[in-house]
């Protein structure tokens, strides 16, 4: 239904109070590329752009009052920070109190979300390493809650082989030791807007103008996960989605990149490689959850086939590496 209709009444009336004094709605797009809630771009009558997340889904509305309390107050944490563009927090109606569903209202960002494989792809991921760098950098007044596990011995479905069963059994020791910092949680290509080329040259792919033509990151989004814990642990997740998006031998360099850009010292050999499988294992054995918004992103070669043969490679590599 759209956001005309009925089941959105609410949820418009609650919009029109948070504009600025004069302003109204003038119309609104869905955005691509989410799956755990329903993403709208609205357009106000003067051309300000808005985004509204809405948690629709009966599993993510009942964690919704969680998730967007803390995106909420992360997006206030991170609003001096010039090096980390994150939207501005409108307003948020948690546990939809006024709302047809929980929501939070924020400002939409210039760029674009960039996941296909071209030209600019090794640039993009040195921006996405010194990125990390940054959020890493971060020293909160008060930590955000300690990260949790999106997997475990007992759930994860393997294709099976020795491969899988050796990588099963390292996530079943005890979590290794580490020094905390501030984390994303769930920063990947899908969650950074880019800006420009590598070449300098504007392919008009963007949402917004306002760039001078550099490849850049003009935004970092998805906030709901923010997380207290190892440094490994986020570079373990980008690290498997580039593994998936551009072939095993992305993810396996991810490191690399992140520590060439400043980033903190990661966990050697076992201790580093728990970390990956934790992240990896979680993708097992398809990585079709995560394949969905991709494919509306425009990366339909994507199959349940390819990402089931780059998770097993990547898998094989991380263990090869570091065990």
Not at 22 to 48: F, P, Q
Not at 105 to 113: A, N
Not at 262 to 281: I, T, V
Not at 296 to 315: F, I, Q, S
């Amino acid at each position: 239904m759209g956001f005309d209709g009925q089941e959105w009444a609410a949820t418009r009336t609650w919009v029109d109070k948070q504009l600025p004094e004069g302003r109204r709605l003038r119309n609104w797009t869905d955005l691509r590329g989410g799956w755990t809630s329903r993403m709208r771009r609205l357009t106000l009558d003067d051309g300000t752009g808005l985004v509204l997340r809405s948690f629709v889904k009966p599993f993510f509305r009942l964690h919704a009052p969680g998730l967007l309390n803390r995106e909420a107050a992360i997006l206030t944490l991170l609003a001096p920070y010039d090096d980390i563009p994150t939207p501005r927090l409108y307003a948020v109606d948690p546990a939809a109190e006024l709302t047809d569903h929980p929501s939070l209202l924020m400002s939409l960002l210039p760029g674009s979300v960039r996941v296909d494989d071209d030209a600019d792809l090794e640039a993009r991921l040195d921006l996405l390493a010194g990125q990390l760098a940054r959020i890493h950098a971060v020293v909160p007044a008060e930590r955000p809650r300690t990260y949790q596990a999106w997997t475990s011995p007992e759930r994860v479905t393997t294709p099976g082989g020795p491969l899988w069963e050796r990588a099963v059994d390292v996530i079943r020791r005890e979590a290794p030791a580490y020094e905390g910092c501030f984390l994303h949680r769930d920063f990947h290509p899908g969650n950074v807007l880019f800006t420009g080329t590598d070449a300098g040259r504007d392919t008009g792919r963007d949402t917004d103008a306002g760039t001078d033509g550099a490849l850049r990151i003009s935004g970092v989004v998805d906030w709901v996960e923010t997380s207290w814990g190892p440094a490994d642990l986020d570079v373990a997740h980008c690290s498997t989605a580039s593994a998936l998006l551009y072939g095993a031998e992305y993810g396996l360099g991810f490191r690399e990149r992140y520590e060439a850009r400043g980033g903190r010292r990661l966990a050697q050999d076992q201790d580093h490689l728990y970390w990956r499988l934790l992240d990896a294992l979680a993708y097992a054995p398809d990585a079709e959850k995560v394949a969905v918004p991709w494919r509306e992103l425009g990366r339909t070669d994507l199959t349940p086939e390819v990402l089931g043969a780059r998770l097993e490679a990547y898998v094989g590599g991380v263990w090869e590496r570091y065990a």
